[in-house]
């Protein structure tokens, strides 16, 4: 029996565009493994982490992103699509400095 809230999902957020996404791996993986349904906001959907079994979705930074500008937004629209409450979890430096300035 998971000691886990499996009714939630977790949103994980990768701003950074390194190609070898080894701890964004590992972090979709774990969650997923525990009947955590996974979503990620990646650099491509078609990358490593968009290529893997685990994310139930990937979604696309749109191209060209390196300010957080557009990120509310984005935030937004991935909200309504899961459809219900999700955990954000942002994965890099620069994730973590943008998410807790989101309205």
């Known amino acids: 029996m998971s000691s886990f809230d499996t ?10 565009p390194h190609p070898f996404p ?3 791996l590992g972090a979709i993986g774990s969650p997923d493994r525990a009947g955590i349904e996974v979503h990620a906001v ?3 959907a078609r990358g ?8 139930h979705r ?4 749109p191209a060209g992103t390196v300010a957080p500008a557009p990120l509310p937004d984005m935030l937004r629209d ?8 999700a955990v954000l979890l942002p994965l890099d ?3 973590a400095i943008a998410a807790p300035q989101q309205p």
Do not use: K, M, Q
Request: proline letters at 10%; hydrophobic letters at 30%.
């Open 7 to 16: 009714d939630v999902p977790v949103l994980l957020l990768r701003l950074d």
């Open 22 to 24: 080894h701890g964004t």
């Open 42 to 44: 990646v650099e491509s």
């Open 48 to 55: 490593p982490v968009g290529g893997s079994r685990y994310p």
């Open 58 to 61: 990937a979604y696309e930074l």
């Open 78 to 85: 991935i909200s309504d699509g899961i459809g219900r409450p």
């Open 93 to 95: 430096d620069r994730g």
